[in-house]
T-cell receptor, first 117, second 109 residues
Framework: DVKVTQSSRYLVKRTGEKVFLECVQD?????MFWYRQDPGLGLRLIYFSYDVKMKEKGDIPEGYSVSREKKERFSLILESASTNQTSMYLC????????????????FGQGTRLTVV | GQNIDQPTEMTATEGAIVQINCTYQTSGFNGLFWYQQHAGEAPTFLSY??LDGLEEKGRFSSFLSRSKGYSYLLLKELQMKDSASYLC??????????WGAGTKLIIKP
């Protein structure tokens, strides 16, 4: 089974702190994603990466950065945490498959519930 | 803009059938996904449709009409464990997933 592991299930950080969220996948997937999920809103893409050292901004990249030094690991960084970054953060990975082959579904980690106080 | 619409909440009875609808307007279309998410847990993949028609997988079926920008997820023989949120997502022309806000399904005995 594909496994996507996020380093923490729950985190509480203070405003202004630098926060690192780590994600590791064990299925050699090319694509990795960071989303945040808030009540009443769909999953919103923060950043994604389709290869080592490659990164692309998603819909809401402001206040975040990412790092992908190894294929299996994708880190999300909050440079200076703010209370409006309190959210559930979900990491996902997927194959770089051809559309229509049904192999491009994303596999998610268990999520990190971050509270910034 | 891109938009995915699905009902916020639905209630159904154990043993019954429920249909969760999803309508979409996106820049291009490269397939539609349904995911299940139990409270406090990660979404898990249920189904993928890229061609019109019905895909059946056990108690769950998913239907797609590309001309209407419409899909539904059909759940039969409902069980209490089916209480969860169901997320609809469309892959657009840039191969990015656009997500709906999810439908919370409540199953009553």
């Amino acid at each position: 089974d594909v496994k996507v592991t996020q380093s923490s299930r729950y985190l509480v950080k203070r405003t202004g702190e630098k926060v690192f969220l780590e994600c590791v996948q064990d299925m050699d997937h090319e694509n990795m994603f960071w989303y945040r999920q808030d009540p009443g809103l769909g999953l919103r893409l923060i950043y994604f990466s389709y290869d080592v050292k490659m990164k692309e901004k998603g819909d809401i990249p402001e206040g975040y950065s990412v790092s992908r030094e190894k294929k299996e690991r994708f880190s999300l960084i909050l440079e200076s945490a703010s209370t409006n970054q309190t959210s559930m953060y979900l990491c996902a990975s997927s194959l770089m498959g051809e559309v229509g082959q049904g192999k491009t579904e994303a596999f998610f980690g268990q999520g990190t519930r971050l509270t910034v106080v | 803009g891109q938009n995915i619409d699905q009902p916020t909440e639905m209630t159904a009875t154990e043993g019954a059938i429920v249909q969760i609808n999803c309508t979409y307007q996106t820049s291009g279309f490269n397939g539609l996904f349904w995911y299940q998410q139990h409270a406090g847990e990660a979404p898990t993949f249920l189904s993928y449709n890229v061609l019109d028609g019905l895909e059946e997988k056990g108690r769950f079926s998913s239907f797609l009409s590309r001309s209407k920008g419409y899909s539904y997820l059909l759940l039969k023989e409902l069980q209490m464990k089916d209480s969860a949120s169901y997320l609809c997502a469309v892959m657009d022309s840039n191969y990015q997933l656009i997500w709906g806000a999810g439908t919370k399904l409540i199953i009553k005995p």
